[in-house]
């Protein structure tokens, strides 16, 4: 799990239950993203709540998950926000 530190303490990171979050200070958490199945049963990894992409389809729903947290990770973790 990657933190990014701004220069103003504020941290960014793409949540996971790997460390307790809220020993850093007050958390606020947005959503990203949705993994959801289309109407064939295959998987769309939506970023639009980013502005990014939408990824996909995918058979496997862990295809969609690792899809979306690849792109979090490289596109909007250390985008300047």
Partial sequence: MDLIVSPDGTIRA???EVIDLGVLGHL???R??????????????DLTPVNGPIL???DR?????????SWLESNWLLSSR
């Fill in 14 to 16: 793409v949540y996971a």
């Fill in 28 to 30: 606020v958490i947005s």
């Fill in 32 to 45: 990203a993203s949705h993994v959801e199945p289309d109407e064939a049963g295959r998987w769309i990894a």
């Fill in 56 to 58: 996909g389809p995918f």
């Fill in 61 to 69: 729903r862990s295809d969609a998950l690792a899809a979306e947290q």
